[in-house]
């Protein structure tokens, strides 16, 4: 089992930044693809970013490509998600998730919340315009 421990959310205005933290406790996260979804209140959960297991390659929605980078510390024991030029659309629950497996790949399989094995709580981020 892997407990997965998000931070980092909060309440920024319009046009800033943000970044997410996403930890196993005492475990790395290098055997895991990793992904982020977020929650709108009233809305279904949806797909912002991944990361791949081995390759390093990086996914992103339509909504929030150009503004959101995930990536690892160099130790893997730690996934991030940094939000910039936010908008008042980036409302919601975010939460990461780990994948196990090491057949999926490509956005398709990675934008689907399906795909993930373990999921943290979720971290509130609210952005105010």
């Known amino acids: 089992q892997v407990r997965l421990v998000e931070s980092g959310g909060g309440l920024v205005q319009a046009g800033g930044s943000l970044r997410l933290s996403c930890a196993a406790s005492g475990r790395t996260l290098g055997n895991y693809a990793m992904g982020w979804f977020r929650q709108a209140p009233g809305k279904e959960r949806e797909f912002a970013a991944a990361?791949?297991?081995?390759?390093?390659?990086?996914y992103y929605s339509d909504s929030v490509k150009g503004r959101f980078t995930i990536s690892r510390d160099n130790a893997r024991y730690t996934v991030y998600l940094h939000m910039n030029s936010l908008k008042p659309e980036d409302t919601a629950l975010y939460y990461c998730?780990?994948?196990?497996?090491?057949?999926?790949?490509?956005?398709?399989?990675?934008?689907?919340?399906?795909?993930?094995?373990?999921w943290g709580q979720g971290t509130q981020v609210t952005v105010s315009s």
């Open positions: 990361l791949s297991r081995s390759t390093g390659s990086t």
């Open positions: 998730a780990a994948d196990r497996s090491i057949g999926g790949s490509g956005a398709s399989y990675y934008s689907r919340p399906t795909a993930y094995d373990y």
